[in-house]
């Protein structure tokens, strides 16, 4: 700290009351609207600059920065305050609030170098006490020059202070901290620093985020976890966000759930109808063994799709359910629509559907049919192995009744 030991021992002289009586003037005159005639005034001011100590100047050089700061003119603004920290001696004060104020302009105009510079002779000026802004600016210009390795350091000194004393810092140093984190690959620490965001800031987009990067992380349960916590609460509100939830719920082999979500969130229209998100609906549903919800989102979805593939999963589910009637109609209209993969088996269900019914001559032409395609040949003669063994036991049965008869 010698630089601020050899400044208190530099008496600063008095302002003087005529030259800040000036200087407020033209300061009246650019807030009532007329900036020019305050920086003429400035400049009249700024005339008798042989005959103004090092305070005298250094607040002329501060107005001016202020009134082009006003202005916008952030360059201009720069210019004149760094000639109030040149000037010398000054209050520490003044030469404090300056060198911070000039470090924030530096970092918004992308003078990181600048920014750094008016930063260490701050920290130079100021006790321990005042330090933690400072990181933090350090950090953000670090951050801004790329220089992530090195941005890491301040940031986290930051909020380690203040975390030591039982507080939080402010919620765009972990954002920060994040964003340096993430760059430099640290996908554990971008988990840790966001669980943290989630605790002090109970965002929506903090929770959405975690359980994003658990996901990375192959951390399943934890970003289920986190997903259901954030639905509980309300926080998942876009459709890419309750699609990632029903997904979660679906692959955890919870697919009760995952329909759920999806059927709310279709309803609400949160989550579109189309045909991806249908199929999901109607997966989660078959999974589920929800029948009749599995056979309604199918046939929704097939509404949809350009081939009978969703009209053959709904015939499978229905012959499952011994809904044989519903089965031959929706194998029959998977066949019509065409574009399957493996039309035997629609043939095989409906001979199968046809067989429950004890229509057995309908039966054995589906079967026919099915003997059609390789895939399912083999199978499709064991069914009608079978079909013609209950046929013909049918029928010797109702020649015993009408001989008994």
Do not use: C
Not at 281 to 300: F, G, I, M, P, Y
Not at 314 to 335: D, G, H, K, P
Not at 345 to 373: D, R
């Amino acid at each position: 700290m010698q630089v601020a030991e050899s400044q208190e021992r530099k008496r600063t002289p008095a302002l003087r009351e005529q030259v800040y009586s000036q200087l407020a003037r033209a300061q009246e005159l650019a807030d009532a609207g007329d900036v020019q005639a305050g920086i003429a005034a400035l400049q009249n001011v700024e005339s008798k600059i042989s005959s103004m100590n090092s305070y005298e100047r250094a607040m002329l050089w501060n107005f001016y920065g202020y009134m082009y700061y006003g202005q916008d003119n952030i360059e201009r603004a720069i210019h004149y305050f760094s000639k109030v920290v040149d000037e010398d001696p000054i209050p520490e004060s003044l030469q404090q609030n300056t060198l911070f104020s000039l470090a924030q302009l530096a970092l918004g105009e992308g003078r990181y170098d600048d920014t750094l510079a008016f930063l260490d002779r701050w920290q130079a000026l100021v006790g321990d006490a005042e330090q933690t802004k400072a990181l933090v600016l350090k950090a953000q210009a670090l951050y801004q020059q790329e220089d992530y390795t090195k941005a890491l350091a301040p940031i986290t000194a930051a909020i380690e202070k203040v975390e030591a004393e039982g507080n939080y810092g402010d919620e765009n140093w972990y954002v920060l901290q994040r964003a340096i984190h993430f760059e430099l690959g640290n996908t554990e620490a971008v988990a840790d620093v966001l669980a943290t965001m989630v605790k002090a800031f109970n965002k929506p987009e903090y929770w959405v985020q975690l359980a994003g990067v658990y996901g990375q992380l192959g951390q399943e349960a934890k970003q289920l976890a986190l997903l259901e916590a954030a639905y509980q609460q309300g926080f998942l509100t876009k459709g890419s966000d309750l699609m990632n939830l029903a997904q979660s719920y679906f692959f955890s082999d919870v697919p009760y759930k995952a329909g759920k979500v999806l059927e709310r969130g279709l309803e609400e229209g949160k989550i579109e109808s189309n045909l991806r998100n249908l199929k999901m609906l109607a997966q989660s549903w078959v999974a589920a063994r929800e029948t009749d919800k599995a056979v309604a989102a199918l046939e929704a979805a097939a509404a949809l799709s350009d081939n009978g593939e969703l009209d053959a999963q709904r015939a499978q589910v229905l012959i499952n359910a011994e809904r044989n009637q519903e089965a031959i109609r929706a194998a029959r209209q998977a066949l019509e629509k065409g574009g399957l993969e493996q039309p035997g088996n629609m043939h095989l269900v409906i001979g199968m559907a046809e067989l429950n019914l004890e229509n057995f001559n309908e039966a054995l032409q589906a079967f026919a049919q099915a003997k059609q395609f390789d895939d399912v040949r083999r199978m499709a003669n064991q069914w009608e192995r079978y079909t013609s063994s209950e046929k013909e036991q049918q029928d010797r049965l109702i020649q015993l009744r009408k001989s008994s008869s």
